[in-house]
């Protein structure tokens, strides 16, 4: 392939002018005018970063236009189409049709277009600066004594030629490999679960996503330990742990009552039917502590009558499985600790929920702010079904032969930001298990004058939600066997194909939840308990006898997706991905030294030396730094078939990013 030929700066001073002429090259303009005319791939890269006014001669100008306007139609951009474009009449003022033929020649390679363009650019914003410079002698001259209206003007010409080198720069957003954040598709939930929690929503004016995940932390408050899923070739429990982070003076304690109120009714109904085996079991204990008292003392009494120490034994057995049950209790609050979860667990056959406005305390007690020890087996244990055994000193061990915790709290942006400060959360997987939302507050834009919730949806909401409660725990059954939802043959497919599409996006280097696959890993399997979830609330009388379809997984999908991208900036906020960090780092380099152009080798010297081992490690980094809009490579020119390593420049805005 034909190098590059050199670039030279015109001069074009009439003789004996001693002032520079204005930056320029006749030969980069050619380059790339020539170029845009053999490659529409051409025209394609070079056009954002170039309009008319960037060329220097005029009958450049003109050429540039008319490609332009030629293939806003779709028509050809050849010369000859060029040409006719431009018309007979002015065609002499470009130098004719000959010279669009010229510009063709002069091209030593179409793939170095953006290059040239890059030289045409900086040129014309050279040429800007210097008629800046020349109206603001101009202004300092003629100035009356006015300060404020001169200062004015200069600020004006300095907003101008600033507009001017950020022309061809998108915006840039904030650092994140998160995209938008979605609301929560509260259309997902059965009618009756989100009719109420839109109109709770309105109500307090608090985005929906706080009412809706409650809303799911209330069907497996409801169904954990009482129904799995088989997904096929794995099974998963019907226990979620939801993560909801808002600011303070959001109304979440309203929201929490309000979404939360029918099950503190099944609660209340559970522990009324439970009363009279309560005073039963309680009696029969009483007994059994009498005879084994009785017969204690008889053995005792004589110690060598075998037969009253067989009674003793046996009364004493009597008296060890003589338990009282505890009185149901479905979920803690606010004061919820870890020991007190465990204990709960334990009393309550295995399942239990915690359901609290602000949940920071749990997750600090569980990190080891007290023992300075993190202790988060119960929340691994129960998330998963898992048996736990707890052994303490000085008090009864504590067995839970499969434990369902359900976990729906509200966390500050502080609180889930401090979370990376642990590393056991990540390192054994309590990141990985919580389904976290951060939806934007509406502090500022609230309605003071909100709609009432409708009577009728607060009335089914809570005789629908209390009835599912109630129809799914069983109240002194510790043995019964959950129920087992299965899918249909369809649903069956399209979790094979959630499969399928989730593999390729845990690829390292390649993948977008690449850097999270300790939280990518487990979504297919909460889609599975959050499609079993809407199926029980959809089939309130039958659930347990039928299928999960096609319709109810695909809404279940839909709030894994939803999920997926709030978890993405979760793991952003808890600084979980290198490639952003390493993003920050290489913004507040470039920032710190007024860097405006670099290279990859200039980062692996200077701000990421002994951070990143080779070049190929810098990809994910600067694909960050580009699709944000911070960065854009400047292609280097083809030299013997082979470009050389490209160079990136900086966003003109860099000095003011605040992400």
């Known amino acids: 392939m034909t190098n590059p030929a050199p670039l030279r700066v015109v001069d074009t001073r009439p003789a004996g002018d001693d002032l520079d002429a204005s930056p320029h090259s006749i030969e980069a303009e050619q380059c790339v005018l020539g170029a845009v005319m053999l490659s529409p791939t051409a025209l394609a890269e070079v056009r954002p970063l170039l309009d008319g006014s960037d060329f220097y001669r005029p009958a450049h100008a003109r050429i540039w236009d008319a490609v332009c306007a030629l293939a806003d139609r779709g028509a050809p951009v050849d010369p000859l189409a060029v040409g006719a474009h431009i018309g007979t009449r002015h065609l002499a003022t470009i130098g004719g049709a000959p010279y669009l033929h010229t510009l063709i020649s002069r091209v030593p390679a179409a793939a170095n277009a953006v290059y040239w363009a890059h030289m045409v650019r900086d040129l014309a914003y050279a040429r800007t600066v210097a008629e800046t410079g020349t109206r603001l002698i101009q202004f300092a001259n003629l100035a009356d004594g006015d300060a404020a209206e001169l200062r004015a003007k200069v600020a004006a010409e300095v907003a101008a030629v600033t507009a001017a080198d950020r022309r061809g720069w998108p915006d840039p957003m904030p650092l994140s490999t998160a995209p938008t954040l979605p609301a929560f598709p509260v259309w997902c939930l059965p009618d009756w679960a989100a009719e109420y929690a839109a109109a709770v929503a309105d109500l307090t004016q608090t985005p929906v996503d706080l009412a809706g995940c409650l809303a799911l932390a209330a069907l497996a408050v409801a169904a954990a330990g009482n129904v799995t899923v ?40 559970l522990c009324d039917l439970a009363a009279p085996l309560i005073a039963e079991a309680t009696i029969a204990r009483k007994v059994a502590e009498a005879d084994a008292e009785r017969t204690e003392k008889a053995a005792t009494d004589h110690p060598d009558d075998l037969d009253r120490r067989a009674d003793a034994s046996a009364a004493r057995i009597a008296l060890d499985n003589a338990t009282i049950p505890a009185e149901p209790a479905l979920f803690g609050g606010n ?14 056959n295995g399942r239990y929920a915690v359901l609290a406005p602000e949940g920071g305390k749990l997750f600090s007690i569980a990190g080891g702010r007290y023992s300075g020890t993190p202790d988060i087996g119960v929340f691994l244990s129960g998330h998963a079904g898992e048996e736990i055994r707890i052994e303490r000193m000085g008090r009864p061990s504590e067995r839970i032969d499969a434990a369902a915790l359900t976990i729906g709290v509200c966390l500050q942006p502080g609180v889930l930001a401090g979370l990376g400060d642990t590393p056991e959360f990540r390192e054994q997987g309590l990141l990985g298990r919580l389904l976290i939302t951060m939806p934007e507050s509406k502090l500022g834009y609230r309605n003071a004058r909100p709609d009432p919730i409708p009577p009728h949806a607060a009335h089914t909401y809570e005789r629908t939600l209390t009835d599912l409660v109630l129809s799914l725990r069983k109240f002194g059954d510790p043995d019964g066997a959950p129920v087992t939802l299965t899918f249909t043959g369809q649903a069956q497919e399209a979790v094979i194909d959630l499969l399928e599409a989730t593999e390729p996006r845990l690829r390292p280097g390649t993948g977008d939840l690449a850097h999270m696959t300790d939280w990518a890993g487990k979504l297919v399997g909460a889609v599975v308990r959050i499609a079993a979830l809407l199926h029980l609330a959809k089939h309130l009388r039958d659930g347990d006898g039928r299928p999960i379809d096609l319709a109810t997984f695909q809404e279940a999908r839909q709030l894994g997706e939803y999920f997926t991208a709030h978890a993405q900036a979760a793991y952003d906020a808890i600084g979980a991905d290198p490639a952003v960090n390493h993003a920050r780092t290489v913004l507040d380099w470039a920032r710190r030294t007024e860097t405006t152009r670099f290279t990859a080798r200039d980062l692996m010297r200077g701000p990421l030396k002994n951070r990143v081992r080779k070049v190929a490690d810098l990809d994910p980094v600067l694909r960050v730094l580009q699709t944000h809009g911070w960065i854009r490579q400047i292609p280097g020119a083809r030299t013997g078939g082979r470009p050389t390593s490209p160079a990136y420049e900086t966003h003109p805005d860099l000095s003011q990013d605040t992400g």
């Open 230 to 269: 088989n997904a096929g070739a794995w099974s998963e429990p019907t226990n979620l742990f939801l993560v909801m982070v808002l600011p303070p003076g959001n109304r979440k304690s309203e929201v929490y009552k309000a979404m939360t109120a029918p099950i503190r009714a099944a609660e209340g109904i």
């Open 335 to 348: 004061d919820s600790t870890v020991e007190k979860v465990t204990s709960r667990l334990a009393e309550q």
